[in-house]
């Protein structure tokens, strides 16, 4: 327990039609390994993907926290995966 995996750019060279695959992969992972995953991206496709698999699998979606970086803010800004679809479909910029 505590290990932790970083990912940079997780979506580069992956198509956009295989990112929620990709996304229920490793968070199917990431759960039953006990991992900790830290995964970058600057792709609304693939942040939209992350939000279809909150939504059709919720059991996943309490896995899932995305945090926006901004260097003018003192921390991040944190948004748990049930809440994601909502925020992207208000067209508030995550990335």
Known sequence: SGRTVLIDEIDTGVHYS?????WKIVIETARSEELQVFATTHSKDCLDALAEVCIERSDLASEVAVHKLDRRLAESVSLPGADLHRVLAGGIELR
């Open 18 to 22: 295989v990112l929620p695959a990709l």
